[in-house]
């Protein structure tokens, strides 16, 4: 908890560290009431800065000092000073070794930052600044060293004891505990250090590097999860390949460890040779787990392992840079996921992603810019915009550059900062270098926030033949930052003639066409582009891809959009003329509902989705993202006030509607793929995750019909299916229905047969809480009474209290206030437990803008009564304070 006022931390104010730790020695010794960390730490003054010797600041919270001795000098109270989070001593020579003995309590870490249990094993989380509770040290990225650690522990108890880089000597002792040392031959800083002890079985294979070197690999996991590892080893295997194949990135240690923890604040950590990672995010069998956890598993393993060149060999210098690692280690899993299955789809999930959560922060009090200027807390600044928009970042100087350039500036990138901490400017710089091109102006994407708009319009000149485009960029006012200057922004485009042909692109100054799809880079704040030689009016296709993070609009009608639909050569753009004509008709619903008028559907939609349904050429991934409308979280990021209750009323009209007119082809299909699926194994791989999405989707707009023939067709796949993804849609359908008995007899035998497996019942708690259906608060309230449920578990909170605040609008916006003072109770629960993910969890509070004065003052008053509510962590205070400014 905070004991002094929190400190606002600025990039400005960076200064390289006054001293040097070349080497760190560790022991622990982990026992079940508190565990002993001795550390030695051979330092040196930075040459770089002088041959004075200013007194040396550690880091250090909630460490009891046991022992410090400074070359081998036993120190006293006078030779040192202590205070809750330094302890501050006084070289007298340029180098020298400090020997620390802490003792630390991580049976009783619920924050699950430092050293902690997790199921009865030992682990740890390190990133950002979770190093600094576990010894004393100069906790920043910027001070890497060589690491040695030997752990001890009770054998019966925890046979496995792991730490980074290569094991090094083992051995048993008397009293029934064994230890193990370890030691990583790379520098590195302290955030990537990790610890593993417990009772734990391996999955085990190798891989082959591309100059022959053998690696072995293994995931950890609890006996019992033994049946669950064979994809993240399939995923880990093809990352591995990959990063070779697109970067040219070998891996360096001769063992590579994964091991899975059932409490853990975030997906998974990147630790040298030893990633740890959220059980969720590496089990997955089919019987267990639906596609979408497979590809989030394949996903996220990817992530972790490119991380060793994307974070670990180079590494950041402050975590201002995070999203030097970060959005460029998105953007790597990004292309690596887009390889593994279908581009556009992958492209198409991303973007609806980013549109509909990072556009909203974006919009909101807690604005930052891709490499932020300043923080209270760095957890909270691990964010869609460091993460999703720095990945567009990295994606848009792909575009600019092309395939070959950008490749270009990673190894030189790789090359030139091996073994360094290094910041955003570094990477731009190798870009540069590399591609001999200026990236100045682009760079404003690293330091302004909020998302820009980009607003075109279009001139044809029939007797000149010739078509102009004008476009007008701008960007909103975010917190600390008003005045924008323009941003480089890349469109890529293509025009389309009336018979949906490509128009030749020929620009000013060019003697003949180009591709017929090309990238024009926007950077003035107005600017025109003028194509010559368009033989007819064109339809412009803008932005092909989604080439910029921005928010584009272009006056079409919704003829042209049907017309692009079916016409465009960017897969994208057709799916994307499909989403702006649902949003125009559901605007309209929504206005039709606020006056009191009662709906009338565009047909045009419905016909326009029936086409895409019968065209059985299409790959049903693709029908099956048209066929998803917008959904309530984008449509309430774009509105410029959001009546919650219109837009749910106006999408579940369109949905019922879609589901009367569409019924035949919808039953059809269903049919036939429910027929495939029920004659063949379950495959983990992209056609039978398209097949599986349409054939669900199907089923939940079929479901809307009250047929009973649907009900039984429902109830058939929930029972007789052999995957998790078949019955998981099956069962989210029946919770979101009217049927009452069949919904709580199929909860009921769910629960009974999965009872034992923590990761499938987080998603028959999720299914539940996300629940439109009325009554939601007091459903949540029943379930986090459940025996299964634990406040002390992250997968379980953002199962019940997460998906109740983030998925199901309607409930937690009840007028009464209800749903906020639950959600800011539960805050004010969990910051003392768990200040990340009390943080987190606060995201909806944070929104209050968006809606209502009703609904703003109910929501403010919750975030005031969080800040009144006692001691506050850092986390907590930065988010409610920054809402609340
Ligand atoms: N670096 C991790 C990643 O791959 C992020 C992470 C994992 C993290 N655990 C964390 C960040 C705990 C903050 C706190 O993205
Ligand atoms: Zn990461």
């Not at 040459?47 to 600041?57: F, H, K, N």
């Not at 970060?326 to 549109?355: C, H, W």
């Not at 412009?540 to 079409?556: D, E, N």
């Amino acid at each position: 908890m905070r004991t002094e006022q929190p400190k606002m931390i600025y990039l400005k104010d960076y200064k390289a560290p006054d001293y040097l730790i070349d080497e760190t020695h560790l022991t622990f010794e982990l026992h079940d009431d508190h565990t002993l960390v001795h550390a030695q730490l051979v330092m040196r003054r930075n040459p770089a800065l002088g041959s004075d010797l200013p007194p040396l600041e550690l880091d250090g919270q909630e460490l009891e000092l046991l022992s410090l001795a400074l070359n081998d000098r036993a120190l006293g109270e006078a030779d040192y000073q202590l205070t809750d989070s330094h302890l501050t001593l006084h070289p007298d020579s340029a180098s020298f070794v400090i020997d620390s003995s802490v003792r630390i309590h991580p049976e009783t870490n619920t924050a699950l930052e430092g050293l902690y249990k997790s199921s009865g094993m030992f682990c740890t989380q390190c990133e950002a600044e979770g190093f600094r509770k576990i010894t004393y040290y100069l906790d920043r990225p910027d001070v890497m060293s060589k690491f040695t650690t030997t752990l001890s522990a009770e054998q019966h108890s925890y046979p496995v004891l792991l730490s980074n880089g290569n094991p090094i000597a083992s051995g048993s002792e008397e009293d029934g505990r064994h230890w193990a040392t370890w030691e990583d031959p790379f520098m590195k800083p302290a955030y990537l250090f990790a610890l593993v002890a417990g009772d734990l079985w391996c999955v085990e294979d190798s891989f082959t590097t591309m100059t022959e070197r053998e690696v072995a690999l293994r995931i950890y996991v609890e006996p019992e999860n033994i049946d669950k590892c064979q994809h993240a080893m399939d995923s880990l295997k093809k990352s591995m390949r990959w990063d070779e194949q697109t970067y040219g990135r070998e891996y360096d240690l001769d063992i590579f460890m994964i091991v899975a923890v059932n409490d853990f604040n975030m997906g998974a950590m990147e630790n040298k040779g030893l990633n740890i990672f959220n059980s969720s995010a590496v089990l997955a069998k089919a019987e267990t787990a639906t596609d979408a956890a497979h590809q989030r598993v394949e996903a996220i393993v990817a992530h972790e392992y490119f991380h060793n060149w994307s974070g670990n060999r180079v590494t950041c210098r402050d975590w201002f840079q995070l999203s030097l690692k970060e959005g460029f280690t998105v953007f790597r899993d990004s292309q690596f996921s887009a390889d593994m299955n279908s581009p556009t789809v992958k492209r198409i999930e991303d973007v609806a992603y980013l549109r509909t959560h990072q556009f909203a922060e974006d919009a909101g009090p807690l604005a930052h810019s891709v490499r932020p200027d300043a923080f209270i807390e760095i957890s909270n600044f691990y964010t869609l915009t460091v993460y999703e928009k720095g990945s567009e970042v990295v994606r848009m100087i792909q575009t600019l550059l092309g395939a070959e350039g950008f490749r270009k500036g990673s190894d030189l990138y790789f090359e030139r900062h091996d073994g360094q901490a290094v910041t955003c400017d570094d990477f731009i710089k190798a870009m540069e270098d590399a591609n001999g091109v200026d990236l100045t102006q682009f760079k404003r994407w690293y330091s302004q926030a909020g998302t820009p708009r980009l607003q075109v319009s279009e001139a044809y000149d029939a007797d000149a033949q010739r078509y102009t485009l004008t476009f007008k960029q701008s960007c909103p006012a975010t917190p600390g930052q008003t005045e924008k200057l323009p941003f480089v922004i890349p469109v890529e485009l293509g025009l389309i003639g009336a018979q949906g042909q490509a128009l030749p692109l020929q620009l000013e100054g060019e003697a003949a066409a180009g591709a017929d799809t090309r990238v024009i880079s926007i950077d003035q704040a107005e600017q025109q582009v003028v194509f010559f030689g368009v033989a007819e009016q064109p339809l412009p296709s803008l932005l092909r891809s989604f080439s910029a993070p921005v928010k584009l609009s272009f006056p079409y009608s919704r003829d042209q959009l049907m017309f692009l639909m079916q016409h465009d050569s960017d897969g994208f753009n057709r799916w994307e003329a499909s989403q702006q004509l649902a949003v125009q008709v559901l605007e309209e619903l929504v206005g039709q509902q606020q006056r009191g008028e009662p709906m009338v559907m565009d047909q045009r939609l419905i016909s326009a989705l029936e086409t895409v349904l019968a065209d059985e050429m299409l790959d049903p991934a693709m029908v099956s993202e048209m066929l998803s409308l917008p959904g309530e979280g984008y449509l309430t990021e774009i509105a410029e006030v959001a009546d919650v209750d219109a837009i749910h009323a106006a999408r579940e009209f369109a949905r019922e509607a879609l589901a009367q007119a569409l019924y035949a082809p919808l039953w059809q299909r269903y049919q036939a793929y429910r027929e495939v699926s029920r004659n063949s194994p379950y495959v983990a791989e992209a056609e039978h995750f398209a097949r599986r999405r349409l054939q669900n989707i199907a089923l939940s707009y079929l479901m809307l019909t009250g047929k009973e023939q649907v009900l039984e067709a429902c109830l058939e796949q929930f029972e007789h299916c052999d995957n998790m993804t078949e019955r998981m849609a099956a069962l989210a359908v029946l919770v979101n229905s009217t049927h009452t008995e069949a919904r709580a007899k199929a909860l009921a035998s769910f629960a009974e047969f999965f009872k034992d497996n923590a990761l499938v019942m987080d998603q028959w708690f999720s299914v539940q809480a996300a629940s439109t259906m009325p009554g939601g608060l007091a459903r949540v309230e029943e379930l986090m009474q459940h025996p299964a449920f634990n406040l002390k578990n992250p997968n379980k909170v953002r199962a019940v209290i997460g998906a109740f605040g983030g998925q199901n609008a309607i409930n937690f916006h009840q007028l009464d206030g209800s749903g906020y003072r639950f959600l800011a109770d539960q805050v004010i629960t969990l910051n003392a437990l768990n200040p990340q993910i009390a943080s987190r969890l606060l995201s909806p509070l944070t929104r209050w803008r968006k809606y209502s004065p009703e609904r703003q003052a109910l929501m403010k008053a919750e975030l005031e009564r969080i800040l009144a509510s006692g001691e506050l962590s850092s986390d907590v205070y930065e988010v409610v304070s920054k809402s609340l400014a």
